[in-house]
T-cell receptor, first 111, second 115 residues
Framework: QKEVEQDPGPLSVPEGAIVSLNCTYSNSAFQYFMWYRQYSRKGPELLMYTYSSGNKEDGRFTAQVDKSSKYISLFIRDSQPSDSATYLCAMSGAAGNKLTFGGGTRVLVKP | GAVVSQHPSWVICKSGTSVKIECRSLDFQATTMFWYRQFPKQSLMLMATSNEGSKATYEQGVEKDKFLINHASLTLSTLTVTSAHPEDSSFYIC???????????FGSGTQLSVL
């Protein structure tokens, strides 16, 4: 079993819909959680960063962390075709540790 | 967000030659940088952790003599693929950690094609 599980998709939604992404993990020591967006043949771009549990909102993006369930989510409201990309979750434990990535979910937003 | 610059963005080389890829943190200092390799439609595979002023830490199965890493300053790490072969063709991505918050910022990646 992988340390971080993420559905590979593809997840296809119509423009304007809410995109819902999630990751589950097994290591209870994880406390730093991040979501990245990666376009084809580009480096990942940091979208959301959360320390410990809770919700965080930034524009159309909302990140949620539920440490009791070992489950994190990313919601994209009013999705646009430009949101079509692969979304990667990542997490780490103590400061200085390397990040553990999910496998990524490919998202397609159709006009 | 912080900016990490990676060069070149693509390189084509002959088999047996060496290729150097640079990774710079432009607006913050990074004691730690990471080098990844990514195959098509797959996630990032960590190759090594680059520590300023000390030897890099390589992941299991990554040849340290093949992939030379130098992190001579707080803003620059380099990856040299030595005696490249076609099987080394891949997308290489660097990242730098912002230490005050553990955020990791990525370069734009380098597509290496070895003929």
């Amino acid at each position: 079993q992988k340390e971080v599980e993420q559905d590979p998709g593809p997840l296809s939604v119509p423009e304007g819909a809410i995109v819902s992404l999630n990751c589950t993990y097994s290591n209870s020591a994880f406390q730093y959680f991040m979501w990245y967006r990666q376009y084809s043949r580009k480096g990942p771009e940091l979208l959301m960063y959360t320390y410990s549990s809770g919700n965080k909102e930034d524009g159309r993006f909302t990140a949620q962390v539920d440490k009791s369930s070992k489950y994190i989510s990313l919601f994209i409201r009013d999705s646009q075709p430009s949101d079509s990309a692969t979304y990667l979750c990542a997490m780490s434990g103590a400061a200085g540790n390397k990040l553990t990535f999910g496998g990524g979910t490919r998202v397609l937003v159709k006009p | 967000g912080a900016v990490v610059s990676q060069h070149p963005s693509w390189v084509i080389c002959k088999s047996g030659t060496s290729v150097k890829i640079e990774c710079r943190s432009l607006d913050f200092q990074a004691t730690t940088m990471f080098w990844y390799r990514q195959f098509p439609k797959q996630s990032l595979m960590l190759m090594a952790t680059s520590n300023e002023g000390s030897k890099a830490t390589y992941e299991q199965g990554v040849e340290k003599d093949k992939f030379l890493i130098n992190h001579a300053s707080l803003t620059l790490s380099t990856l040299t693929v030595t005696s490249a072969h076609p099987e080394d063709s891949s997308f290489y991505i660097c990242s730098a950690r912002q230490e005050q918050n553990e955020k990791l910022f990525f370069g734009s990646g380098t597509q290496l094609s070895v003929l």
